[in-house]
């Protein structure tokens, strides 16, 4: 792969720059050294006297010919230039597999500024950049939703106190939203009764933990028969977990891991991204921006590419940017729209309601489903919603 070709030569890059500076500091220290012991048998020579002037003149004499032999100055710039060969053939390779120009990807897209200025400062509440945030809005003069910003300062307020071992905010949380998150088949409200239990099995109060597990615990016996009894079980341990078999529910990063999970069932359930748009954006661009380059070199012309409404073929995005779901018509090849919705046929295959119309001739008769044998008509295709 090319990622894995840059890689090994940045290690190359960087093992030989920890060489070139070893030896670099040895050559110094040698040289640190003689100096050193130069001077010390100067020190003990003195310096009165015709005898001791003509020692310590063959002394520093020496030195300069130890000096000499050892040439520094070359030893050094050698290994500069070691180095500077190393960084050269670096450059070469990272430019084979990096384009500097991405100009070429670029179009003119309509966008009104004020759309801009919103998505900006939703990405700035998103990373908890509240000051800067408002800030922004002031001196851009666009209308931000105080929804959004009240949103984000509520979760970050539940995830600072889950990061200093305070469960109960993100409980409280979590047991008002317990049918949705059972929903989306998170165990994030058990996990959060985990910490809790845990938290009075440390402080040593068996029979405060057994009420707790038969109240909050309890309940999620039947989801999850493997954990359950584990916890259950920890309780012969209380006042002393760090000693029991059970010493993973004591690790730091439980919390740590938590909070993060909190963070991503919060948005999820209020329908924002965990990630800010700003990042996600760049995140998404970086993936697509080879293929797109790529495209460039197989269009004649650049009007092509900015009169162009969608991508010959698919780009494929990973599921972290997927944040709902897009019907796409197998026979017109367009996206469904609620003017255009995605139609059930009675064999089972989809299709847009433009597909099904022009197929019947405007619903005036029966028509073969492109797919399998079946005939269908207009009034028995039924829509679907996504």
């Avoid at 640190?32 to 015709?50: C, R």
């Avoid at 729209?337 to 197929?359: A, F, I, R, W, Y």
Wanted: proline share 5%.
């Amino acid at each position: 792969m090319e990622i894995e070709t840059v890689k090994d030569a940045f290690e190359h890059v960087a093992k030989k720059q920890k060489l070139m500076s070893s030896k670099a500091i040895d050559l110094v220290n040698h040289v640190e050294k003689e100096i050193e012991q130069a001077i010390g048998v100067i020190l003990e020579n003195g310096t009165d006297g015709d005898v001791a002037s003509n020692l310590n003149h063959e002394i520093l004499l020496n030195l300069k010919n130890k000096l000499k032999e050892m040439v520094p100055v070359k030893q050094l710039e050698s290994c500069q230039k070691e180095m500077n060969n190393a960084l050269g053939k670096w450059v070469k390779t990272t430019e084979k597999f990096f384009i500097h120009d991405i100009s070429q990807a670029y179009r003119n897209v309509d966008m009104e500024p004020h759309v801009l200025s919103e998505i900006i400062a939703n990405h700035l509440y998103c990373e908890a950049l509240f000051d800067i945030g408002d800030n922004f809005i002031g001196e851009a003069s666009c209308p931000a939703s105080k929804e959004i910003k009240q949103l984000f300062q509520k979760m970050y307020e539940i995830h600072g106190a889950l990061r200093t071992g305070e469960p109960e905010p993100a409980l409280s949380w979590a047991m008002k939203n317990h049918d949705a998150l059972l929903q989306n088949g998170s165990s994030l409200e058990l996990k959060l009764h985990r910490l809790q239990f845990v938290k009075i099995l440390k402080e040593g109060n068996r029979c405060e933990a057994l009420l707790y597990a038969r109240a909050y615990l309890a309940p999620f016996a039947t989801i999850h028969k493997d954990e359950i009894p584990r916890l259950i079980a920890s309780i012969l341990w209380a006042g002393r977990l760090d000693q029991s078999p059970y010493t993973e529910f004591l690790l730091p990063t439980n919390w740590e891991n938590l909070a993060e999970e909190f963070a991503q069932q919060f948005c999820n359930l209020n329908g924002q991204s965990s990630t800010g748009p700003m990042g996600m954006t760049v995140a998404a661009g970086g993936q697509v921006l080879p293929i797109i380059l790529k495209l460039m070199t197989v269009l004649t012309a650049k009007r092509e590419w900015q009169s162009m409404k969608q991508f010959p073929f698919p780009l494929d995005l990973g599921r972290e940017f997927q944040f709902h779901s897009v019907f796409i018509c197998p026979v017109l090849r367009e996206q469904g729209s609620e003017d255009n919705p995605p139609m059930l046929l009675p064999c089972g295959h989809v299709l847009s309601k433009q597909s099904t119309v022009k197929l019947s001739k405007n619903s005036s008769r029966s028509f073969k489903c492109p797919y399998c044998p079946f005939e269908s008509l207009t009034s028995d295709c039924k829509q679907l919603y996504i």
